[in-house]
């Protein structure tokens, strides 16, 4: 006896083959049986007809560690259909943690929710404490370059030694025996920045020798972007581990077509037998903290110290000086100008979330410069920004290559309580229904068999996840059931807390997550294991 059947949906399994007309058993957690199950007795059943069923979607780059914890639910993502998350990207994860530099990491968490107190040390203890309280969707944990850097050494800006370099490595193998996927970095951001390639490669060894793969930010996305391509390679030759170049783009209009390239240089890293992968969201706006405006030298000693910096003339001097004459590929002002600035999220001055830099400036009679002074002073450093910087035939080359994911770099969030704050990246509520109505389905861009490969097989392929990302009998019950011809997203940036329409059901591990459109509150989702 089976607990459900949906029936009749067209079935597109994850491999990128077209659908077919079937219906699909589940028992428990799993799916039992794929077939006509006309005859089978079932304790439910789902008429799916005109629908597509698919395996729940995989968001291979999510920000959402920093967002769970203070609302279960993961309501902007489960609504896409997204089922797990991989988390801890881009170099910020939440363990581990040494007392010595707790403040340290406290400062360089991307969001603190309420009562996330940062009382775990190891990735171990990280992992149990948020499987506690449950969750909608599953999480697979990255364990950030950044964060093992200061555990070791806090916010020093020079080489480790070689004490603190076999300090973060042996974090790093602790953290893989205890759950984790692999290493992340963000080597735009301080004190990622200030890693050579060889300490990176150091760490990633340690966890390629227990199978872990390596996702990179790197180094510079705009006129050093091919280097930075390169370097990623380079730690996945030398690290012995697979690659994921995170969120593919090329930033600033002068450097627009550089994408193609980008895409070469990982078809030949695969030529030579290296598994290079990537990912990346559907939008031609990018987002992060607005202190990566700043030189990275201004976070040497923390956030504390970059906000002292602030106030200090001197200090203030050379920080106008360098951003007024950025050097190629530093920063993020040597290709977008401050109209194409957008402040996204700020804690205290509310009434700059949704306005340009320049118009910020205007309105306190400040240069655009000043402005962003007075802005991350006033915020003790933590203020968010979209950049409005890159190009759409960039992004659909992207989106068709056929190595490169899916991945919102977005985060769980919701239009309520503290998740529903400022005008965040739509990305978060809107990722995966956009490729899906706008760029599979209006655009015809690429057949949506292969759109929901992308967001299944093949991210399930990268993490070397067996029982999910396919529908198939043996296969973990995660399954997304949606209407092709209205998914489509609907958060945009001067609205984004908007969920897309066209996601019916999703079930996570067999049980109902989303049911007819709304949330039954169901926690099912866990920490997912490697291996
Ligand atoms: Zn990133």
């Given at each position: 006896m089976l607990d459900l059947v949906i029936e009749g949906a067209t079935v597109i399994d994850g491999t990128g083959a077209a659908g077919a007309r079937t219906d699909?058993?589940?028992?428990d957690e799993a799916i039992a049986v794929v077939g006509d199950l006309s005859k089978e007795r079932a304790g439910s059943r789902l008429n799916a007809s005109g629908r597509v069923l698919a395996p729940g979607f995989i968001d291979m780059h999510s920000h959402s560690d920093w967002r769970?914890?203070?609302?279960?639910?993961?309501e902007s993502k489960i609504r896409q259909g997204v089922t797990t998350e991989v988390v801890g990207n881009c170099g910020f994860s939440p363990a581990p943690v040494s007392a010595e530099f707790l403040d340290e990491l406290r400062a360089f968490a991307l969001y603190q929710p309420k009562g996330m107190d940062f009382s775990w040390r190891s990735v171990g203890d990280w992992l149990a404490a948020f499987d506690r309280d449950g969750t909608a969707l599953n999480v697979v944990q990255l364990v950030g370059h950044g964060t093992l850097r200061i555990a070791a050494m806090g916010f020093a800006r020079r080489p480790p030694s070689a004490a603190e370099l076999a300090t973060m490595q042996r974090l790093m193998a602790d953290a893989m025996n205890a759950g984790a996927w692999g290493l992340s970095t963000g080597l735009i951001y301080a004190p990622g920045s200030w890693a050579t390639t060889e300490e990176i490669v150091a760490v990633a060894q340690a966890a390629g020798r227990y199978r872990g793969?390596?996702?990179?930010?790197?180094?510079?996305?705009?006129?050093?972007?091919?280097?930075?391509?390169?370097?990623a390679i380079r730690v996945g030759r030398e690290g012995g581990l697979p690659v994921q170049i995170s969120h593919v783009k090329a930033a600033g209009r002068p450097n627009w077509g550089k994408v193609a390239e980008a895409l070469a240089l990982i078809d030949a890293a695969r030529a030579e037998g290296l598994d290079v992968m990537g990912?990346?969201?559907?939008?031609?706006?990018?987002?992060?903290?607005?202190?990566?405006?700043?030189?990275?030298?201004a976070l040497e000693g923390g956030v504390a110290a970059m906000v002292a910096r602030l106030d200090d003339p001197d200090a203030r001097a050379r920080l106008r000086r360098e951003m007024e004459t950025p050097t190629p590929g530093a920063g993020v002002l040597d290709r977008v100008g401050f109209e194409n600035i957008m402040i996204s999220w700020c804690a205290k001055r509310k009434d700059a979330e949704g306005k340009r830099v320049t118009e910020i400036a205007a309105a306190r009679g400040l240069d655009p410069i000043d402005a962003v002074f007075e802005l991350l002073r006033d915020e003790g450093g933590s203020a968010y920004m979209i950049l409005f910087q890159l190009d759409e035939a960039d992004l659909r080359r992207a989106l068709v290559h056929p190595w490169i994911m899916i991945g919102s770099d977005g985060s769980s969030l919701a239009p309520y309580g503290e998740l529903g704050a400022g005008k965040p990246h739509p990305r978060s509520y809107g990722t995966f229904p956009r490729v899906l109505g706008e760029y599979a389905r209006e655009q015809r861009l690429l057949p949506l068999a292969q759109a929901i490969h992308k967001m299944t097989g093949l991210p399930a392929r990268r993490l070397g996840l067996t029982d999910r990302g396919h529908v198939r009998p043996g296969a973990r019950a995660d399954l997304v059931v949606l209407d092709p011809k209205q998914v489509a997203d609907r958060a945009t940036y001067e609205d984004p807390h908007r969920y897309p329409v066209g996601i019916e059901h999703v079930l996570v591990n067999g049980r109902f997550v989303i049911k007819h459109g709304e949330h039954t509150g169901s926690l099912p989702g866990r920490v997912l294991r490697p291996f």
């Open positions: 699909v058993g589940v028992r769970l914890w203070g609302n279960r639910r993961a793969f390596y996702a990179s930010h790197i180094r510079g996305e705009g006129a050093t972007l091919l280097a930075a391509v390169a370097e990912d990346v969201y559907p939008y031609t706006a990018s987002s992060t903290t607005l202190r990566t405006i700043l030189p990275d030298w």
